[in-house]
């Protein structure tokens, strides 16, 4: 938003006026709002969705989980989150849930970064460090598909709902990556 000059001063305050008055306006309510960010007298959308529109948010700071938690359907995670970090992502989305009443389901997203097949590992480090990620912390995975099926199966086991596999930029084959994570992968995750 930066790179545009519309950064906004908080960035927090314009996803907790802006949550609400969208989840109101795709529900069909009429919405008035005077916010530091959204301001909107009487909006109502002329033809609004006939089926519940989900509402999803990336995020990942602490308080902005929790407000997804509150106010969106879903949540999905940067690549570069751990294990640990999805299930830190869960408690916070957790208590912005409760806060708000909500029981719901709501699922997390996170993207993965994974590379397989010919010097794999050492593309996935480059990966990491362009990222700015330390490659020793579980934040992507190199390897065969037994190796990646089981670093989907941590990130499920710690509360992700799905998992995406991101292949880095240096990719030599991206539909022979989306082949080896359906044939190969997959069936290594989904075993019911």
Known sequence: ??????????????????????????SGDEVTSDGEYISLDRVRLDWPPTEPVPILVGTGGPKSLALSGQFADDTILTGGT?????????????????????????????????????????RWEAECRNWG????????????????????????????????LQ?????????GFIRFAAREVGPLVYTG
Not at 142 to 163: E, H, M, P, Y
Request: proline share 8%.
């Open 133 to 164: 990620f330390d490659p020793s912390d579980d934040v992507g995975v190199a390897g065969d598909a037994a190796t990646i099926a089981a670093a989907v199966r941590r990130l499920a086991d710690a509360g992700a709902d799905t998992v995406v």
């Open 1 to 26: 938003m930066g790179q545009v000059g519309a950064r906004v001063a908080s960035p927090l305050g314009l996803t907790r006026e802006y949550l609400p008055a969208l989840g109101s306006l795709l």
């Open 82 to 122: 751990t294990p640990e970090g999805v299930r830190l992502a869960r408690a916070h989305i957790d208590e912005g849930r409760a806060r708000a009443g909500r029981t719901d389901k709501h699922s997390i997203t996170v993207n993965v970064m994974a590379a397989t097949g010919p010097g794999a590992p050492a």
């Open 167 to 175: 292949p880095p930029a240096d990719e030599p084959d991206h539909e």
